[in-house]
């Protein structure tokens, strides 16, 4: 009676044929070379050096541009402000793009704001008035805290302040100036003795979807602009010598709109300010000019397919006298799987650190590109590519026969995994595909984060896994633990087989 290591060993003797291994690792060398040149084929191109990206405190991808207009503010003080009027612009929205409307994005955002300097991605805490989501509490780009709801006008002005004892910093919202509601309190990280505290205005471009392929869709920005008009502004705990300024962090004023019809900035008219900027605070994502992490693994669709042949005809290889058990299938799984996740390991581990230094060296901000993420990222891929093999091979004990169990195992998992990484499909259907087939399981590459906060084309298209990684990878196993249980009880649990070990033709029951 053989031992478990005695059937390992056969096997692993079995799988590691010449062409075996050269397929595996053509698989490998397609990950990293087609990765490698994804990565070398983009470029940035400005006007003199490019800035680096912003990054918060957290040393993530973030927006900062905003026009503010700011004093000093030291360990302990308030401001508080009457807000009277939110207005905005958008330019050439669908359905004609035609014209310039009045309106503003859900997300504009006028208010109050707390902030280390005016240095992009420095710690801040804001209290501010949305364009479409009312009063919202943010700070440290990725923290949200929803206040009431609604809008403002002259006849139902808002009023806004921001407390501020030591780290902590507290909000409240109200509509008389006598009542207050507290919004939310919070901890930026990091704020100095002296800070920089005013009135700010922002507002991302206006997100539309232009309908593609059989019903997916690309997304289309547009240019927009938000202001906030203020009054009865008052600062208690202000530094003495310091003064109201008035910046832009961020480039801005640098479209026509701005240099021709209204300047971002700070407009002060007796005791009524106005603050008129573009742009976002908040986390920022791929569709921002950044390139995610695993942007660089445009091989892993090719690379999947060799892994699926290699692991059925593994299976349907085996000679009629020569009947499969049990025990031989189990480790035939066992072998190809662990075969498949020391590939992936090797060929993910090159292409994903040494993508993500081209891509920077070619001035393009990598989104996700932490050291911990990156583990994440290759030994999570890798074990789905495990997880992908023992699935054809069970695929291929229960169907026998490589024509079949090889197309099955493509249409089960490779084609779906394909088509959603473009915008052929509508959105609904890609997900409903990425959640319910075993192509969930590469959930495990994503980096991107979907934000309330953050107005993006949340799709598997742009990126975006409708599940978590872990649970992706649950659905795959949970296919794989089905489909090789299933198979594993259709075989005999042992049996006359004859095979080669150590040179010597051995019986085995």
Same mark, same amino acid.
């Given at each position: ?149 609604? /809008?403002?006008? @002259? $006849? &139902? #002005?808002?009023? +806004?302040? !921001?407390? =501020?004892? *030591? ?30 505290? /005013?009135?700010? @205005? $922002? &507002? #991302?471009?206006? +997100?539309? !979807?232009? =309908?593609? *392929? ?296």
């Amino acid at each position: 009676m053989l031992t478990t290591n005695d059937i390992l060993r056969r096997e692993w003797t079995g799988f590691r044929r010449p062409g075996r291994l050269l397929a595996m690792a053509a698989a490998a060398l397609v990950v990293i070379a087609l990765g490698l040149l994804q990565a070398s084929g983009g470029h940035t191109s400005c006007d003199g050096p490019c800035p680096a990206a912003p990054t918060g405190p957290d040393g993530s991808l973030v927006h900062d541009q905003f026009a503010f207009l700011h004093r000093d503010l030291g360990e302990h003080g308030s401001i508080t402000v009457r807000m009277t009027a939110m207005t905005g612009t958008i330019t050439y929205p669908p359905p004609d793009h035609d014209t310039i409307v009045p309106g503003l994005v859900p997300w504009a955002k006028a208010g109050i704001l707390v902030k280390d300097g005016v240095r992009q991605g420095s710690s801040y805490a804001a209290l501010m008035l949305t364009g479409g989501h009312g009063v919202r509490m943010q700070y440290d780009y990725r923290h949200d805290i929803a206040g009431s709801g609604g /809008g403002v006008s @002259a $006849t &139902s #002005p808002r009023w +806004l302040r !921001l407390n =501020r004892s *030591g780290d902590t910093l507290t909000g409240y919202e109200s509509s008389d100036g006598e009542t207050w509601t507290k919004v939310g309190t919070v901890r930026p990280s990091g704020l100095p003795k002296t800070v920089r505290v /005013g009135l700010f @205005a $922002t &507002s #991302p471009g206006d +997100l539309t !979807l232009r =309908r593609f *392929g059989l019903g997916g869709a690309t997304e289309q920005v547009r240019f927009t602009q938000a202001s906030g008009v203020f009054d009865h502004v008052r600062v208690k705990g202000a530094v003495a010598a310091g003064s109201w300024r008035s910046d832009t962090v961020g480039e801005m004023n640098r479209t026509d709109w701005e240099k021709e019809y209204k300047a971002s900035g700070a407009v002060v008219d007796g005791g009524t300010i106005t603050v008129t900027g573009v742009g976002d605070i908040g986390p920022a994502g791929a569709e921002d000019g950044g390139r995610p992490l695993e942007g660089t693994l445009g091989g892993l669709s090719l690379a999947l397919l060799v892994v699926l042949v290699v692991a059925v005809r593994f299976v349907t290889a085996e000679r009629r006298d020569d009947p499969l058990t049990r025990r031989a299938l189990a480790a035939k799984a066992v072998v190809a799987g662990a075969a498949t996740w020391v590939t992936g390991l090797v060929a993910l581990g090159v292409v994903l650190p040494v993508g993500t230094v081209i891509l920077r060296g070619n001035g393009i901000p990598v989104v996700g590109a932490t050291a911990s993420t990156c583990a994440r990222v290759v030994v999570g891929t890798a074990a789905v590519l495990a997880l992908a093999a023992m699935l054809a091979v069970a695929l291929a004990a229960l169907l026998r026969r490589a024509r079949i169990a090889i197309p099955v195992a493509v249409l089960a998992i490779a084609v779906p995994y394909a088509v959603t990484s473009f915008p052929l499909l509508p959105d609904g259907l890609a997900q409903w595909l990425l959640r319910v087939t075993p192509a969930a399981g590469f959930a495990t590459q994503q980096t991107l984060v979907a934000y309330p906060q953050v107005v993006a084309h949340y799709a598997p298209s742009a990126g975006y896994f409708p599940l978590p990684w872990w649970a992706g990878a649950a659905v795959l196993g949970a296919y794989v633990t089905t489909l090789l249980g299933l198979a594993l009880r259709r075989l005999p649990q042992g049996g006359r087989r004859s095979g080669r070990q150590d040179g010597r033709v051995v019986t085995r029951r």
